[in-house]
Protein backbone atom coordinates (compact mmCIF):
# COMPACT_ATOMS: atom_id res chain seq x y z
CA UNK A 1 0.00 0.00 0.00
CA UNK A 2 1.38 3.45 -0.78
CA UNK A 3 0.18 6.49 0.96
CA UNK A 4 0.02 9.94 -0.32
CA UNK A 5 0.31 12.84 1.58
CA UNK A 6 -0.82 16.35 -0.05
CA UNK A 7 -0.14 19.79 1.41
CA UNK A 8 -0.19 23.48 0.62
CA UNK A 9 -3.84 23.81 -0.23
CA UNK A 10 -5.62 27.33 1.49
CA UNK A 11 -7.47 30.39 0.89
CA UNK A 12 -6.78 32.88 -1.69
CA UNK A 13 -7.56 35.63 -3.41
CA UNK A 14 -7.83 36.00 -7.31
CA UNK A 15 -5.03 35.96 -9.08
CA UNK A 16 -2.54 34.52 -6.34
CA UNK A 17 -0.35 31.76 -6.49
CA UNK A 18 0.04 28.42 -4.14
CA UNK A 19 2.17 25.57 -4.64
CA UNK A 20 0.99 21.95 -3.49
CA UNK A 21 3.07 19.43 -2.23
CA UNK A 22 2.36 15.43 -2.26
CA UNK A 23 4.44 12.51 -0.41
CA UNK A 24 4.70 9.42 -0.91
CA UNK A 25 5.35 7.11 1.58
CA UNK A 26 7.32 4.58 -0.51
CA UNK A 27 9.23 4.67 -3.44
CA UNK A 28 6.73 2.80 -5.61
CA UNK A 29 5.47 6.18 -6.76
CA UNK A 30 9.46 7.28 -8.23
CA UNK A 31 9.03 4.30 -10.71
CA UNK A 32 5.81 5.53 -11.53
CA UNK A 33 3.67 8.19 -13.18
CA UNK A 34 2.13 10.88 -10.87
CA UNK A 35 -0.66 13.03 -10.99
CA UNK A 36 -2.76 15.40 -9.92
CA UNK A 37 -6.82 15.91 -10.35
CA UNK A 38 -9.32 18.15 -8.95
CA UNK A 39 -12.69 17.56 -7.50
CA UNK A 40 -14.94 20.88 -7.18
CA UNK A 41 -18.89 20.48 -5.33
CA UNK A 42 -21.30 18.67 -7.45
CA UNK A 43 -18.90 17.75 -9.85
CA UNK A 44 -17.01 15.37 -11.23
CA UNK A 45 -13.32 14.56 -10.50
CA UNK A 46 -11.02 16.16 -13.10
CA UNK A 47 -7.50 15.95 -15.04
CA UNK A 48 -5.08 18.56 -13.75
CA UNK A 49 -1.74 17.70 -14.76
CA UNK A 50 0.18 14.34 -14.60
CA UNK A 51 4.65 13.77 -14.65
CA UNK A 52 6.16 10.58 -16.21
CA UNK A 53 8.68 8.89 -14.07
CA UNK A 54 11.67 10.39 -14.86
CA UNK A 55 10.00 14.18 -14.87
CA UNK A 56 10.84 14.82 -18.36
CA UNK A 57 7.17 14.72 -19.88
CA UNK A 58 4.14 16.64 -18.42
CA UNK A 59 0.27 16.50 -19.69
CA UNK A 60 -2.04 18.84 -18.44
CA UNK A 61 -5.66 19.92 -18.53
CA UNK A 62 -7.16 22.15 -20.57
CA UNK A 63 -8.58 24.74 -18.35
CA UNK A 64 -5.15 24.86 -16.56
CA UNK A 65 -2.53 24.63 -19.17
CA UNK A 66 -0.21 27.88 -18.68
CA UNK A 67 -1.17 28.78 -15.33
CA UNK A 68 -0.34 25.47 -13.49
CA UNK A 69 2.99 23.42 -13.87
CA UNK A 70 3.47 19.73 -12.31
CA UNK A 71 6.88 18.63 -11.33
CA UNK A 72 8.58 15.90 -9.25
CA UNK A 73 11.87 15.33 -7.22
CA UNK A 74 12.01 11.50 -7.30
CA UNK A 75 14.35 10.84 -5.27
CA UNK A 76 11.83 11.94 -2.64
CA UNK A 77 8.80 10.24 -4.72
CA UNK A 78 7.36 13.90 -4.11
CA UNK A 79 5.27 15.61 -6.64
CA UNK A 80 4.87 19.29 -6.80
CA UNK A 81 2.04 21.69 -8.28
CA UNK A 82 2.81 25.02 -8.74
CA UNK A 83 -0.73 26.86 -9.62
CA UNK A 84 -0.21 30.73 -10.69
CA UNK A 85 -2.90 33.08 -11.45
CA UNK A 86 -5.48 31.54 -10.15
CA UNK A 87 -9.17 32.10 -10.76
CA UNK A 88 -12.42 31.02 -8.45
CA UNK A 89 -13.20 28.13 -10.47
CA UNK A 90 -9.81 26.61 -9.54
CA UNK A 91 -11.91 25.95 -6.29
CA UNK A 92 -11.52 22.73 -5.44
CA UNK A 93 -10.53 20.16 -3.59
CA UNK A 94 -6.97 18.62 -5.17
CA UNK A 95 -5.93 14.94 -4.99
CA UNK A 96 -2.71 13.40 -5.80
CA UNK A 97 -2.32 9.59 -7.00
CA UNK A 98 0.37 7.44 -8.15
CA UNK A 99 -0.20 5.36 -11.48
CA UNK A 100 0.75 2.02 -11.55
CA UNK A 101 3.17 2.70 -14.81
CA UNK A 102 5.91 5.13 -15.72
CA UNK A 103 4.17 6.99 -18.56
CA UNK A 104 0.27 8.73 -18.38
CA UNK A 105 -1.91 8.30 -21.10
CA UNK A 106 -5.60 8.61 -20.63
CA UNK A 107 -7.41 5.53 -19.48
CA UNK A 108 -7.48 4.26 -16.00
CA UNK A 109 -6.74 6.64 -13.53
CA UNK A 110 -3.50 6.44 -10.24
CA UNK A 111 -3.88 3.24 -8.36
CA UNK A 112 -3.10 5.04 -5.11
CA UNK A 113 -4.47 8.31 -4.55
CA UNK A 114 -4.15 10.94 -1.41
CA UNK A 115 -6.89 12.26 0.66
CA UNK A 116 -6.91 15.88 -0.78
CA UNK A 117 -6.06 19.41 0.41
CA UNK A 118 -8.61 21.78 -0.09
CA UNK A 119 -7.65 25.04 -2.19
CA UNK A 120 -10.22 27.72 -2.45
CA UNK A 121 -10.23 30.94 -4.76
CA UNK A 122 -12.23 34.34 -4.18
CA UNK A 123 -12.88 37.03 -6.67
Known amino acids: QVELVESGGGSVQAGDSLRLSCSSSKRTASNNAMGWFRQAPGKAREFVAA????????DYGDSIKGRFTISRDSAASTVYLQMNSLRPEDTAIYYC????????????????WGQGTQVTVSS
Open 97 to 112: GVFLRPYYSTGSGPRY
Open 51 to 58: IDWRGSST
